[in-house]
């Protein structure tokens, strides 16, 4: 299995797990959406970060395009 397939199945299993999370969470405060609503937010997050993470993108301080943190 290629790096990049395995890094795919890693988010899509991370994301998955991030739904089931909101909809535990959203039980706990009796609104679902609210839950799936958060875990749609933080998974956008975790898909931006892995993303950042595979292009070498990491760093917030780039002084070669002026970005700074």
Do not use: C, F, H, P
Request: cysteine-free.
């Amino acid at each position: 299995m290629s790096a990049r397939t395995k890094q795919r199945w890693i988010w899509l299993g991370g994301t998955v797990a991030l739904v089931v999370l909101g909809v535990v969470i959203g039980l706990i405060l009796q609104n679902v959406g609210l839950g799936l609503l958060l875990a749609l937010i933080v998974s956008i997050v975790w898909l931006i970060a892995t993303e950042s993470r595979r292009g070498d993108n990491t760093g917030v301080n780039d002084e070669s395009t002026g970005i700074e943190v």
